[in-house]
């Protein structure tokens, strides 16, 4: 069963810094463009990075531009989010998705393509 799961979430203060993680179960990874997108209460979902499956291409919403860097590892078939100057308006869930038909793009906020999400790790940023 294909699968990804999320990990890495929680309570951070203001300015801190988390890292996600993304890990693949029951498939490579490694042959996919991978998303990470998150939904905090009462808002819309929005797209945030993706990753393309070599890792040459990435792309960034302007909210976390120089603030989050996403990136791979092939040898733990793990896809990575980390998160620095965190504040509160970073509160939210944030999921990996991918797909055999998605594609890392400027427009990160797309899913097109997108056949597996994971369940999500919840990020609340607070003092």
């Known amino acids: 069963q294909l699968q990804l799961v999320e990990s890495g979430g929680g309570l951070v203060q203001p300015g801190g810094s988390l890292r996600l993680s993304c890990a693949g179960s029951?498939?490579?990874?490694?042959?996919?463009?991978v998303g990470w997108f998150r939904q905090a209460p009462g808002k819309e979902r929005e797209g945030l990075s993706c990753?393309?499956?070599?890792?040459?291409?990435?792309n960034y919403a302007d909210s976390v531009l120089d603030r989050f860097t996403i990136s791979r590892d092939s040898t733990k078939n793990t896809v990575y989010l980390q998160m620095s100057s965190l504040n509160p308006e970073d509160t939210a869930v944030y999921y990996c998705?991918?797909?055999?038909?998605?594609?890392?793009?400027?427009?990160?906020?797309?899913?097109?393509?997108?056949?597996?999400w994971g369940k999500g790790t919840l990020v609340t940023v607070s003092s």
């Open positions: 998705a991918t797909g055999s038909n998605y594609y890392c793009s400027g427009y990160v906020d797309s899913s097109y393509g997108v056949d597996y």
């Open positions: 029951g498939f490579t990874l490694d042959h996919y463009d």
């Open positions: 990753i393309s499956s070599s890792g040459g291409n990435t």
